[in-house]
């Protein structure tokens, strides 16, 4: 009961400390990067802290002062747990599993650019899980705010409450629309920054109980890469979720939703080497967020899922929503 109350104290406290970070400055205010520490060429140094933000190539650290740093990722980053279980052994996992609000310690040099390059990442067990699951509420309360907000188009739709402008603006109301509304989008390039847009999501199948990618779903999965490829990839990522239906316990298809979601990633990375910076940490919903009826065969078959979403950041795509 107690290891209960203290973890919900930790994902309470992360939680207030995001939404801190988060909060939009008022008008007037100084938005100058002040608290931005700028590490010095060729600097060692260790920074202990909490992730506040979370990019392709690197995460924004907070220290207890208040103080941020530029962390940078490359594919030489050791990510590993502390040393803390029975045999005194560590964990490795990949840089995906750096997430905003995980409390981490970053060791590393300084670039050119005042960022601290990371060469090792140390975290405890429990502050992952607690990150994980805030990520996870966080992603919960998100579609229910999209549901919410069809829901309510709809309803305007069917009321009739939506109404067509019928005015003419004159020419000199044009320019000024025109003026308001390039205003807006460079507003919108420089607060969206921290956001990503869903440009598309691809669907893989899996048999019961397995994570073993099927033909059909190495097949998709290369269809998608090829398009990819097409496509401008500045500033993209790829989330990547796995799910379950609702045969089994609920930590067993946790689990089995997880290690799905691993074999896309690890597809993805041998046969289109996809950099592991670009991926958003693989998470398993288990058997939650259904997307058809676990009561039916057809049902469960496309609950036992991954899902492999390509965002790209709002900032830099210029997009307006």
Known sequence: MRSNKQALARLLTLAFILALTSAVPTQGQDTTQANVRAVPTGQ??????????RAADSFMLRDATNVDTVVALTPQTSVKTNKGNLF???TTYGVTYILRGLR??????????????????????????????????DQLAQENERRV???EENERKLAGQIQENTALATAAQARADQAMAQAERANHRINGLDDYDSVRTLTVLFRPGSAVLLPKAKADIDAGAAWVKTQNTKG????????????????????????????????MVMKHDLPLQRLVQP?????????????????RAKNRR?????LVNKGIADTNH
């Open 236 to 267: 993209w990522v790829v989330a990547v979720v796995g799910f379950a239906d609702t045969q089994g316990n609920t930590a067993r298809n946790r689990s089995l939703s997880e290690r799905r979601a691993n074999a896309v990633i690890g597809y």
């Open 88 to 90: 005194g052994k560590s």
């Open 283 to 299: 998470f398993g919903y288990g058997d939650s967020n259904p997307v058809a009826d676990n009561t039916t065969a057809d049902g």
């Open 306 to 310: 991954v899902e492999i979403r390509i």
């Open 104 to 137: 981490l310690k970053a060791t590393g040099t300084g670039n050119a650019e005042g960022q601290l390059v990371a060469d090792k990442i140390r975290f405890d067990e429990r502050d992952l899980r607690t990150a994980q699951a805030l990520q996870q509420t």
């Open 149 to 151: 907000a069809a829901a």
């Open 44 to 53: 060692q140094m260790e920074i202990t802290g909490i992730v506040v933000k």
